[in-house]
């Protein structure tokens, strides 16, 4: 008998990745909120893994027609021990025995629950989230490009082929070399014509002969060689591209209690990590302070426990100078987001509030304020707070009262906007 | 015979050893049990991609949809955590036979596997009454590939979504897209691909026939207006892919195509237990042939042995693993029985089957397999002993009774009843609720009535009987209503506009409950 076996392992896995992505669409509301609970709830350390979804099943059945219970309803079943017929069986208790058929999905769970990857779970978190006011500038890092023509080459991949060229190459070649026999053809052909009145001389027959080589020669030229073919050439010009500073602006300074310290550091890690995956080719300046600012890196901005009374226009000082100093405006698109609980040493705030409107904000394409209290409007607050009408693209604050509020101040900050 | 060496021993196995094992059985298959199969395409897959075979419900290519999407993370999920392990084969009704095989299965499943799907599965398929008329084997890989290239075409002309919302309804009324009582046309994917544009024109003409406004002549009085449908329909995809008014040529295609499939599956859905029991009768045979032959060792042939007593172990009702009767073990019980009853009859078997007692058992199963489905195959053929052997015994659970009685159990005055009512529990035409297009109503607002006649007081769940009505209107897009008879009298009405669904008891004919 005929058979066939076939080693596929090989092949692609992925069959069903189309039918994944359609179903995390249709459900991305629910899968959203699921999200939003998770990213509240895990500790700072490990916000980018992979996240169990749950949906309830009810959202996501595929209701048919079927028998619902009541009525009479008969069924078979194995493994009889002690009932004979006639016997009377108390029904169990919550629901009436063999209702309809249980669904296939699982044992009478009320959820659908599945495995959403980091990846996913990372583009739901950042989903519709951007950099506001992101300009290209200046040619700088060398590797962005795009390809541009650049006349013709004799070798390259079919794919480039351009066949106008070649054509064109090919009818020049063919008639350069078929000149000279054409010449001939012609030539005799004029002999032939004056021979007409002869009758079937010998000389014609010569000339018929040649006549008969020199087109056969004519035609032995190829329509197309190998010789003519010419393919687009493409060579890489650089463009301009995207370069980007963030400032982590936090205070450290003792107002800040231990938990609010967390709620700041939450915001930044979710930012460091939009920054991280989005925007890939962004630099991060750290600066924490309390009476002094400090540009410290990544891991002591996070763990360090220095702390001290509050004076946040060194912060603010701090981050003039470096922009001075390492981002020029012409080639950086400058950011900031600064975090505190409001509290600042007095006279300090108005000082801030000229040096941000005098110095930083026309630098920057946006900065965003998070005040972290869970009371009234702190001083800060106040200061601020008339900025907005003065730079109403560039300057966002925000307040955050508890964990839950951080992920969707975070969003809000960072929406992207219709244009 | 004199004993051979085993083709291979341990548990790896190798490509040369899956050839051996194909061909060997294959030889015993053919020459001792007249096994009649299509040529085998046996594909080894990873256990990855087995779940991607199982998400696309037996086809081995599918159109895009949510709900495999659903099923495959449903499957991975549980997978990954060991709730489940994945099935050793799978097998799709199609010439050539093409079974997949996982790859981490040992030699011995291998062979196992080898016997119960390539020539099992393989030779019901190609034998079974059913399949014959229902499926066309060599068509189906063709026609899918149609159907998936249609769909995604639709979807770049029309937009996902539209393409989704339709195939959503389309799956909802699957079960009903199925003519029982005739039988279809073979499918072949050329013709549908030639015939499909004529179809497109001609259909949207045939519609037209709802729309036709241009007074004739003097109107007769209400009552000589055609009822239409003249009878009623019980495909319901059928109906709305000929009649319903607005929908386009490439929805009508739609349809069609999901009812194709749906008349593609319909055989197996009815012959669970026979498919599984003699798929399962014939490896069990067909392995120990190969040990009686030496091909397999004794190592070997008790690992195949404890396998097979897993696939065949039957909890208990009572037993917290319980879900349901296992129709491997079900079929293999009475595949085994009937070679039993042919071989060695007792006095019960000659009274209970005086045809096929003592007679010859190959002709008998081969009769068995050929002209049956589940619920015929019950009826005929459950004998006494599978019945005490598996301590059968039947139930009623009647919601005016206080308490739920046991009508039968294994015994003389029992056996009968309960081979009655355990075939019922596999007629698909008992277990499914029965609901048909009744009237549209051609003068008024073109609204629908479906009528759903109730078995045994048994009504239609309510929440899953909105939503489902949802997608027929999406379909119509008109009016719908659905008429549930109890003992001819109109037990609930539902209802369904663009706006929202509502249930009427149908007690009074004042409208009560609204939702």
């Known amino acids: 008998m005929a058979f066939l076996i076939i080693d596929r392992r090989q092949q692609g896995k992925q069959k069903s990745a189309v039918n994944r992505q359609r179903f995390l669409k249709r459900f991305r509301k629910h899968i959203k909120e699921a999200v939003t609970d998770a990213v509240n709830k895990r500790s700072i350390t490990d916000m980018e893994r992979g996240e169990e979804i749950s949906i309830p099943k009810k959202d996501i059945a595929e209701p048919i027609f079927r028998q619902g219970k009541g009525g009479k309803q008969r069924r078979v079943l194995p493994g009889n021990k002690e009932f004979i017929r006639g016997d009377r069986i108390n029904r169990p208790k919550g629901g009436g025995g063999s209702g309809g058929k249980a669904s296939n999905q699982g044992e009478g769970m009320d959820e659908f629950v599945f495995e959403l990857n980091q990846q996913e779970f990372l583009d739901f978190m950042f989903e519709d989230l951007e950099l506001p006011n992101l300009v290209r500038k200046q040619l700088k890092d060398s590797d962005s490009y795009k390809l541009v023509k650049g006349?013709?080459?004799?070798?390259?991949?079919?794919?480039?082929?351009?066949?106008?060229?070649?054509?064109?190459?090919?009818?020049?070649?063919?008639?350069?070399?078929?000149?000279?026999?054409?010449?001939?053809?012609?030539?005799?052909?004029?002999?032939?014509?004056?021979?007409?009145?002869?009758?079937?001389?010998?000389?014609?027959?010569?000339?018929?002969?040649?006549?008969?080589?020199?087109?056969?020669?004519?035609?032995?030229?190829?329509?197309?060689d190998d010789f003519d073919l010419r393919y687009n050439n493409m060579i890489r010009q650089p463009t301009p591209t995207t370069s980007a500073v963030m400032f982590c602006l936090m205070d450290v300074s003792g107002s800040m209690t231990q938990d609010i310290k967390d709620l700041a550091k939450r915001f930044f890690v979710l930012l460091h990590?939009?920054?991280?995956?989005?925007?890939?080719?962004?630099?991060?300046?750290?600066?924490?302070?309390?009476?002094k600012a400090d540009e410290v890196d990544e891991e002591e901005f996070f763990y360090s426990r220095e702390t001290g009374g509050t004076v946040v226009s060194s912060a603010l000082e701090l981050m003039k100078t470096i922009v001075a100093e390492r981002y020029p405006t012409d080639s950086w698109n400058i950011y900031a987001a600064q975090a505190s609980d409001g509290e600042n040493w007095q006279d300090d705030s108005p000082k801030c509030r000229d040096l941000l409107v005098k110095n930083l904000l026309p630098l920057v394409q946006y900065y965003a304020y998070v005040e972290i209290s869970s009371g009234r409007e702190q001083e800060l607050w106040q200061t601020y707070s008339e900025i907005p009408e003065l730079f109403p693209d560039r300057f966002a604050m925000r307040n955050v009262k508890e964990p839950a509020d951080i992920f969707p101040v975070f969003r809000d900050l960072f929406e992207r906007k219709p244009k | 015979m004199s004993k051979r060496e085993p083709i291979l021993e341990g548990s790896e196995w190798t490509f040369d050893a899956l050839e051996a094992f194909e061909e060997e059985i294959g030889r015993i298959a053919a020459d001792r049990y007249r096994l009649d199969t299509y040529p085998n395409q046996i594909e080894i897959i990873s256990a990855e991609q087995m779940m991607d075979a199982y998400s696309s419900v037996g086809m081995p290519i599918g159109y895009h949809h949510w709900s495999f999407g659903k099923q495959f993370l449903s499957t991975e999920q549980r997978y990954r955590k060991g709730h489940i392990g994945l099935a050793y084969e799978l097998v799709i009704n199609s010439n050539p036979c093409i079974a997949y095989l996982m790859e981490e299965n040992s030699l011995t499943l291998q062979a196992l596997v080898i016997a119960h799907a390539c020539f099992g599965h393989n030779s019901f398929f190609k034998g079974n009454y059913l399949f014959r008329e229902w499926t066309d084997a060599s068509a189906i890989v063709n026609y899918i590939l149609f159907a998936r290239n249609y769909i995604s075409e639709c979807e770049e002309r029309h937009g996902v979504e539209a393409v989704e919302a339709l195939l959503d309804s389309c799956h909802a009324l699957m079960n009903l897209g199925v003519d029982r009582f005739r039988r279809p046309r073979p499918i072949s994917a050329d013709q549908e691909r030639q015939r499909q544009k004529e179809r497109e024109d001609y259909l949207q003409q045939q519609v037209n026939d709802l729309w036709r406004t241009i007074p004739q002549k003097k109107q007769e009085p209400e009552e000589k207006w055609p009822r239409f449908p003249s009878e009623p329909q019980e495909n319901l995809l059928y109906f709305f892919e000929k009649?319903?008014?607005?929908?386009?040529?490439?929805?009508?295609?739609?349809?069609?195509?999901?009812?194709?499939?749906?008349?593609?599956?319909?055989?197996?859905?009815?012959?669970?237990i026979m498919n599984e029991g003699w798929a399962t009768f014939w490896h069990y045979n067909l392995m120990n042939d190969l040990y009686d032959e030496g091909l397999i060792s004794e190592g070997n042939v008790l690992e195949f042995l404890q396998s097979h007593t897993n696939v065949v172990y039957q909890p208990d009702f009572d037993s917290p693993y319980y879900s349901g009767l296992n129709p491997y073990t079900l079929g293999f019980a009475m595949f085994s029985d009937i070679r039993r009853v042919c071989e060695a009859p007792t006095d019960e078997d000659k009274r209970f089957f005086p045809d096929h007692a003592g007679g010859d058992w190959l002709d008998t199963v081969h009769h068995a397999m050929a002209n049956y489905k589940d619920e015929s195959f019950i009826l005929q053929y459950l004998s006494p002993k599978v019945i005490r052997d598996l301590k059968l015994f039947s139930i009623m659970d009647d919601d005016a009774d206080s308490a739920i009685s046991v009508t039968a159990i294994h015994d003389d005055f029992g056996y009968r009843q309960v081979r009655e009512e355990l075939a019922d529990q596999y007629n698909l035409s008992k277990q499914e609720p029965d609901i048909q297009v009744w009237e549209v109503s051609l003068r008024g607002d073109r609204s629908m009535t479906l009528k759903h006649i109730q078995r045994d007081r048994i009504p239609l769940d309510e929440d899953d009987a909105k939503e489902v009505l949802k997608h027929v209107h999406h379909l119509w897009r008109f009016d719908v209503h659905l008429e549930s008879l109890r003992d001819d009298n109109v037990h609930r009405v539902y209802h369904c506009n663009a706006e929202k669904v509502w249930v009427d008891s149908g007690d009074s004919n004042k409208s009560a409950a609204a939702s």
């Open chain 1, 151 to 224: 006349g013709y080459l004799r070798d390259g991949i079919p794919a480039r082929l351009n066949v106008v060229q070649s054509l064109r190459g090919a009818k020049a070649r063919r008639i350069a070399l078929g000149g000279a026999i054409r010449r001939d053809i012609k030539a005799l052909e004029q002999e032939l014509e004056a021979l007409a009145d002869e009758e079937d001389s010998a000389e014609r027959r010569e000339i018929t002969c040649k006549l008969d080589r020199a087109r056969r020669r004519l035609n032995h030229i190829p329509f197309l």
């Open chain 1, 273 to 291: 990590l939009f920054l991280r995956r989005h925007y890939e080719k962004t630099e991060v300046v750290f600066i924490r302070h309390h009476t």
């Open chain 2, 243 to 272: 009649n319903a008014p607005l929908l386009e040529p490439w929805e009508r295609e739609i349809v069609r195509i999901v009812r194709k499939i749906a008349v593609y599956f319909y055989p197996q859905r009815q012959t669970k």
